[in-house]
């Protein structure tokens, strides 16, 4: 069993930047990709962030550039650097793990990210 934290986030005006945190405890060892996630009032959950366990990274397109994804594998730890935010930026944001084998999921409980324009 893996669990996900999530800190961090807040109300930041358009242009300023936040770093989200998630701390993650458990079986640490048997995680393999991590990830942020978001989701805005009103829409679908989408892929912000993703980083393998070699610390290969892949971000959704709105947000290359701007945001930097990073983990420590040692710790268990990952975190979203978020830099020149938008109002399109507004979400909650989850952390993502999975593990095994047996590969399973897990899901942080969110942190609200809001960008005021």
């Known amino acids: 069993q893996v669990q996900l934290v999530e800190s961090g986030g807040g109300l930041v005006q358009a242009g300023g930047s936040l770093r989200l945190s998630c701390a993650a405890s458990?079986?640490?060892?048997?995680?393999?990709?991590m990830g942020w996630f978001r989701q805005a009032p009103g829409k679908q959950r989408e892929v912000v962030a993703g980083?393998?366990?070699?610390?290969?990274?892949t971000y959704t397109e709105s947000v290359k550039g701007r945001f930097t994804i990073s983990r420590n594998n040692a710790i268990g730890s990952l975190s979203l650097e978020m830099n020149s935010l938008k109002a399109e930026d507004t979400a909650v944001y989850y952390c993502?793990?999975?593990?095994?084998?047996?590969?399973?999921?897990?899901w942080g409980q969110g942190t609200q990210v809001a960008v005021s324009s």
């Open positions: 993502y793990a999975n593990a095994g084998p047996p590969y399973t999921e897990y």
């Open positions: 458990g079986r640490i060892s048997s995680i393999n990709d």
């Open positions: 980083v393998t366990k070699g610390g290969s990274t």
